[in-house]
């Protein structure tokens, strides 16, 4: 019921109010970040998560080799970055929540664009706490001094994880600790938390690439996993579609979170100079990890999925790494699985945000009231893939890369097509000529590559059930 009156309530209200000049006082009272170091470091919280930890690392381990990792590094210059640059100046421009924002520069047809956002998003949480309760468990459980020393105890340590009454309270802790963040606000909640946990996920990494990097075996293990050459690679379909999307989902493009975190932004902000910074954060951390993770998996390891599903594989072959170190194991076991709770609780916080300033740009309710009961919502959404593995990959296939690659692709038609005089004005520190170039990826290559990925992602989801069914 409740469900119900709050989708009509956001169809109706808030929409006169949409095309509004920017400057105009929204619904809520907009709170801005303290400097632009906070929102840097906030955006960068939301960028960097277990996308960058398990996805990036789990591709290269599993043999994407060289071409994975260039195309990779390609989509994410050609279009991550434009895209990010393109979602901040739509916030930044509108000073509004995603939905309205798509509205106030597109009009009411793009309003379909502006309803993906919050949706998208909340249906992300909704599967990515569930992992996230998998990754606090997991530290508690080395905390307690319980490590996994062969094959067959790493897969009951994972089937433990995702298992029985401990995840479902795993998971309403960690929906409940974003919330709480989210509901302190935007300075005080996000701001505060990205200020303390970025440097600190970041102190982490380091030492662990460095104490990665002095194994004995990590240079033969760089060059088997990360040298593999294979020409066949560069044409593959599935290697092209992985390294665009695994671009796409770890710079959070697409859901809306850049552009409800650049609504909160002052007109002075340098955003060319933020989205850089943020960009290559990003990359940086989830090229970091692949160096941290690649010389601990033994060869062979991470295509073994035993009970763990392809979800599990590193929950599984992680902890099988850190516990063949010996003594120094659980120490560094629990420092790696430490950071990945930072980094997953930072981008939830990110994917909540974006359902509530939509309701709350919308609706006019309090911070507070709105965000406990849009996470109440999200509780119910993610309720699937709590309960199936299988249906948490669905859905991460579904939301975190066909809807995220759609939603991109109808931003970079409407920033390239229908507003890039907004664009050009909001990015006017710009040289020209890359402003220019900015505008024609927008326009041509951003929707050409992104409809690619698209049709590929929908055919790679759809064959194996056409040849399951013939
Ligand atoms: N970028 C995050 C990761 O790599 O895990 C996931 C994510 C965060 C996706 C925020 C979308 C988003 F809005």
């Known amino acids: 019921m409740y469900i119900v009156t709050l989708l009509e309530e956001l169809g109706m209200a808030g929409l006169e109010n949409a095309n509004a000049t920017p400057s105009a006082p929204s619904a809520s009272a907009r709170q801005g970040w303290s400097s632009s170091l906070g929102f840097v470091l906030a955006a960068a919280g939301s960028a960097i998560g277990l996308g960058n930890l398990w996805g990036l690392t789990y591709r290269v381990a599993l043999g994407g080799g060289t071409a994975f990792l260039v195309l990779y590094l390609v989509a994410v210059v050609v279009l991550g970055f434009p895209l990010l640059l393109a979602e901040l100046a739509l916030g930044r421009h509108t000073r509004r929540s995603p939905m309205l924002a798509t509205v106030a520069v597109g009009g009411p047809a793009w309003q379909p664009l502006g309803w993906l956002f919050p949706l998208s998003s909340a249906l992300i949480l909704g599967y990515y ?22 094959q067959a105890s790493a897969d009951a340590f994972f089937l433990t994880l995702s298992g029985g009454w401990a995840e479902a309270v795993a998971y309403g802790l960690v929906l409940v600790l974003t919330a709480a963040v989210v509901a302190t606000g935007v300075q005080q909640g996000i701001e505060r938390l990205s200020r303390w946990s970025m440097p600190t ?6 030492g662990l690439v460095l104490w990665s990097a002095s194994l004995a075996e990590a240079p033969a293990r760089y060059e088997e996993v990360l040298l593999q050459w294979r020409w066949s690679d560069w044409l593959d379909p599935r290697i092209l579609r992985q390294a ?3 671009a796409f989902f770890s710079l959070g493009l697409g859901s809306g979170a850049m552009v409800a975190y650049a609504s909160h932004l002052e007109s002075r902000d ?8 943020i960009t ?10 692949v160096f941290i993770v ?24 992680i902890p099988l790494g850190f516990a063949s170190l010996g003594s120094a194991g659980p120490l560094l076991m629990a420092a790696f699985f430490f950071l990945a709770s930072i980094a997953a609780v930072t981008s939830a916080v990110s994917l909540l945000e974006v359902p509530v300033a939509v309701v709350m740009d919308r609706l006019g309710w309090g911070r507070a009231v709105t965000t406990w009961s849009t996470v109440a919502v999200v509780a119910l959404l993610g309720l699937p893939a709590l309960l199936s593995t299988d ?3 669905a859905s991460h296939d579904l939301f975190g890369g066909v809807v995220l690659i759609g939603s991109g692709l109808l931003l970079s038609l409407l920033m390239g097509w229908v507003a890039p005089q907004q664009l050009s004005e909001d990015l006017c520190q710009l040289p020209s000529p890359l402003l220019r170039v900015l505008l024609l990826t927008l326009r041509w290559l951003a929707p050409l590559l992104l409809g690619g990925v698209l049709a590929l992602s929908c055919v790679e989801i759809v064959q194996p059930k056409i040849s399951f069914w013939l």
Do not use: E, N, Y
């Open 129 to 150: 706490a569930v992992i996230t309760g998998w990754v606090g468990r997991a530290l508690l459980a080395v905390l307690q001094g319980h490590v996994p020393t062969d």
């Open 201 to 206: 996920l970041l102190v982490l990494l380091i």
């Open 244 to 246: 665009f999307s695994q």
């Open 270 to 277: 340098p955003l060319p100079r933020q989205a850089a910074i």
């Open 280 to 289: 290559a954060l990003d990359t940086a951390v989830g090229l970091l990890a």
């Open 294 to 317: 690649v010389p601990l998996m033994s060869a062979g390891a991470v295509g073994h999925h035993g009970g763990a599903g392809a979800v599990g594989t590193l929950f599984v072959a």
């Open 391 to 393: 249906l948490l990959m």
